[in-house]
């Protein structure tokens, strides 16, 4: 039995000591999970912040979660659902829309100007009162992994023994202090259970030891400090938004491509690009479309416009200061690998090695025997729809490995999946634009 929640989230706290010096965020859940989050935090020393979630329930079934939404854009499906259900895309952006109407107005209550705490290559600790059915709490995991965080933790003082158990599954840990049998509530293990208010909420997050000074993610020996660059490609009606890192002594340079529905802030292809930066890599990572042209499907889907566009960008990347020279390497995820397949192609822009994360290679089917450098196709074992298309693709190239990443869907939101690929990435650009570094024995194919 706990007095209050800041009871629990002092006791939840030394049970979280091991993760004191992991660089943890901790992230309550409005709103009764935030007065526990903020003991966890003062405990540990480490930043408070909301982690805002707005689940989406399946119209005919409002309790089963087709996904959620979460800040910055996120969208998360469980394609397991979606496949049950049949909801056709209209309908799915439908959902979207709304839940993130919802998330939007919450946000701006809870968050106001305040900028969110960078998960990136960061411990989250989610924290809630308790847990029951968890559907909530498994959204909120999942947002958090999409944001970036290396390793999702999930805290709570009281959770239902079955719902804990289906949980483990889609987390890296749990930590929860009591499964109470009988479990009918949270609020059974509560002297006092009161309600708690957005004014509440507002007060334990201004008194946290967070300040906007605080950094916003760990700094490595390799990165430099990204910056949003303005790219000017021929055609365009204006230039094209980006995000630059250049290291000190960059070894090479790696652009990145974004899929449909995603953008240069893509938490996952920024978890990535990451990690090249602290080998040594800069990155630019880019909005192939400009903001008037991104509402037009038509050129989501048009290959060769964002093909060109890459292969301008990324000459105009070869003209920075401390960029000229160096070894080019393209990255590219769903539609975007087929762009960056279709820039390879061109001889002239002498790109090095390729990386496809998901890719859709089909729609470079024209330009696939022109690739020439090494190319490494990375699909996730679940991906069931995208998997055979590139192995056809593997099939027609001259010099493509394909990996397969076990029990991993297509955006490689599965617990440990989105590191792999990050890993594979940064071994196999080393490998062939540094040749012998100490990843150049990296395996052909595996």
Known sequence: MFQDRADAGRRLARALDAYRDSDPVVLGLPRGG????????????????????????VPSQPELALGAVGEDGVLVVNRDVLAATRLTPTEVRRLENTGRAELDSRTRRLRGDRPRVSLVDRVALVVDDGVATGATARAACQVARAHGARRVVLTVPVAASRTAADLRGDLDDLVCLDTPHPFWAVGQVYRDFGQVS????????????????????????????????????????????????????????????????????????????????????????????????????????????????????????????????????????????AAALSAAADPLLDVAAVVSRGGRPDLAAAHLAAV???????????????????????????????????????????PGALDRVAVLARDWFLSHLVPGSRHAHTSRVV
């Open 34 to 57: 935030v007065p526990v989050a903020f003991e966890v935090a003062r405990e540990l020393k480490a930043p408070l912040d909301v982690i805002l979630v707005r689940k989406l329930g």
């Open 198 to 337: 957005d004014a509440v909420v507002l007060d334990l997050l201004g008194r946290a030891t967070w300040t906007p000074d605080s950094p916003a993610q760990p700094t490595g020996p390799g990165p430099g400090t990204p910056r949003d660059v303005l790219v000017p490609v021929p055609g365009a009606s204006a230039p094209l938004a980006g995000s630059l890192d250049v290291p000190p002594r960059p070894v090479g340079l790696v652009a990145f491509a974004h899929g449909s529905g995603s953008s240069r802030l893509s938490p996952r292809n920024r978890r990535v690009a990451r990690v090249l930066g602290d080998a040594g890599l800069g990155t630019l990572l880019l909005d192939l479309l400009t903001e008037d042209e991104d509402g037009d499907r038509s050129l989501v889907f048009d290959i060769e416009l964002l093909a060109g566009r890459l292969a301008a960008s990324c000459r105009w990347l070869r003209e920075q200061p401390g960029c000229r020279n160096l070894p080019l390497g393209l990255f590219g995820a769903s539609t975007g690998a």
């Open 372 to 414: 020439r450098c090494p190319t490494l196709l990375v699909v996730g074992g679940r991906d069931e729809a995208v998997l055979p298309l590139n192995r056809q693709a593997q099939s027609r190239m001259s010099d493509a490995s394909l990996v397969v990443v076990p029990g991993a869907t297509h955006l490689f939101d599965e």
